[in-house]
């Protein structure tokens, strides 16, 4: 799983300077176009894009993971998705579902604290680590993160005997 998340890091690396190089020469082309016919633009989407770009490349990136994780925070309170979220977003070795739980459980809390101070944590040095390692890298560091420390959940409960499901990395 690492070698092919740090190989799609590097490749979506790649066509993201791709796409910046482009998007470039289309914004040159652009704001020659803006000033023949100006387009119209709401108030709240001047406010979310102001938002938007005052945030570091870092907070941007870590954005997307926030959301996912209050999203699935979010279905964790849906009594119709509890078969689902036992199922795949807990890490479990005596579950029938191994691999796909290594990855999603590491989106998972159940409490409202403990996900509010990971992400507070995981905000906080965002900007540092992601102008060191770059968005597509952070997120490759941050998916393995979460596989390799669920896998070493499922031997440490293997060693020990206790199957219970557990959540998070």
């Known amino acids: 799983f690492t070698g092919s998340a740090f190989g799609s890091a590097a490749i979506w690396q790649y066509e993201s300077l791709k796409s910046r190089v482009q998007t470039y020469f ?6 020659w176009m803006d000033k023949m016919w100006p387009q119209k633009r709401g108030d709240f989407r001047k406010q979310v894009n102001s938002w938007w770009n005052s945030l570091t490349e870092g907070q941007r990136t870590v954005t997307g993971i926030i959301a996912a994780n209050a999203f ?3 279905l964790w309170r849906l009594p119709g998705m509890r078969r689902i979220m036992f199922t795949y977003f807990t890490s479990n070795p005596s579950s029938k579902a191994l691999c796909s739980p290594m990855l999603l459980s590491t989106f998972s809390h159940f409490s409202l604290f403990h996900m509010a101070a990971n992400m507070y944590v995981l ?3 965002s900007s540092s680590i992601v102008s060191l390692l770059g968005c ?6 941050y998916l393995s993160a979460g596989v390799i420390s669920t896998f070493v959940s499922y031997v440490a409960k293997m060693a ?3 199957f219970e499901p557990s959540l998070g990395a």
């Open 26 to 31: 289309e914004e040159a082309r652009a704001d």
């Open 72 to 74: 699935v925070f979010c």
């Open 123 to 125: 905000w906080s040095f």
């Open 136 to 141: 597509e890298q952070f997120i490759a560091v």
């Open 160 to 162: 020990t005997g206790r």
